[in-house]
């Protein structure tokens, strides 16, 4: 089977490769290393890899059969976001219309990468499918989480006017090795920070919650949500909830790091909480996550202390 990755150069996408490499699908990875590197997917060897420099916001026509299109192209972290704030409005807008009208073309199987952000400040915890979410469209977060809505809304335009078969991950934080140093996230400022033996920047008073999902659960459940004929959206994530307090201790301990704690301001429309509901993705995809937190946080520091 021929499969594509848009945004297959970032941290999931290359992650994503490595596994659908390894079941034997032929993969074509697209990415304009906006956010992205090219060094996440320089260990491929494979014949049956293709990596194409193509920015999804302009149309890409193929003639080969394409049997399933993984679209992951966006920036994720918010300062990237911040800073590509049109940018990330036209991927999720123009990048996610061309990539249904690519599937529709080849009568491919489609699925989105949406977020958990598409709940905004959620007023319920955790947080069910079932739930439309507390977006503020105009603050600066607003770029990536309406981005993420219409996206939705596309996805389902086209499933049903357009019978596309599509699919929706509502993806949460997710960590793992191949997140950018400087990508702004907690995880990888937190790691590193300590590593350095640095101050640990802690956004608010760090009461504000946040449930972590290792990449190699996370790359399991988008595998099975494209196998399975689940159309509405899927909360992908880890319901293991700790405040950014915890974590930044948790950190701090694993690490054996002497860093201390000060505190900035919280970014505007930070959530306050985020906890997945994943009774969905247990019942529909016989899926939850394996990996414990511990586990996958040295993982991570292993990666970080050698890059
Ligand atoms: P990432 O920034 O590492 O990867 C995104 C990739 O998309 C990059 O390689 C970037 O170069 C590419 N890209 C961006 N705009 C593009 C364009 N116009 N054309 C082609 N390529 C483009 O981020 P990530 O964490 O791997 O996130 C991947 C996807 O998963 C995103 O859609 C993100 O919204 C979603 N997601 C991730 C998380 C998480 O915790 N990592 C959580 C929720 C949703
Ligand atoms: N955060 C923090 N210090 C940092 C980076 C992030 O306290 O150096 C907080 C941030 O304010 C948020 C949480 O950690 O409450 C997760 O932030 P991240 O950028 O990883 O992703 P988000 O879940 O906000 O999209």
Known sequence: MKVIVTGGAGFLGSHLCDLLLTKGYD??????????DIRNIEHIKSEKFTYIKHDVTKPIYFGDKIDYVFHLASPASPI???ELPIQTLKVGALGTYN?????????ARFLLASTSEAYGDP????QPESYWGNVNPIGPRGVYDEAKRYAEAITMAYHRYHNVDTRIARIFNTYGPRMRAGDGRVVPNFIN???????????????Q??????VSDLIDGLHRLIRSDFVEPVNIGNPDEMNVLEFAEMVIKITGSNSRLVF??????????????ISRAKEVLGWEPA?????????????????
């Open 27 to 36: 993969v074509i990875c697209i990415d304009n290393l906006a956010t992205g």
């Open 80 to 82: 990237d976001y911040l």
């Open 99 to 107: 990539m249904l009208g690519l599937a529709k073309e080849q009568k």
């Open 123 to 126: 007023l319920v915890n955790p």
């Open 193 to 207: 920070q300590a590593l350095k033996g640095e101050d640990i920047t802690v956004y608010g008073d760090g009461s």
């Open 209 to 214: 919650t946040r449930s972590f999902c290792y």
């Open 264 to 277: 900035r301001d919280l970014p505007v429309d930070d959530p306050k909480v985020r906890r997945p509901d």
């Open 291 to 307: 990996v414990k937190l511990c586990k996958g946080l040295e993982q991570t520091i292993e990666y970080f202390s050698d890059n």
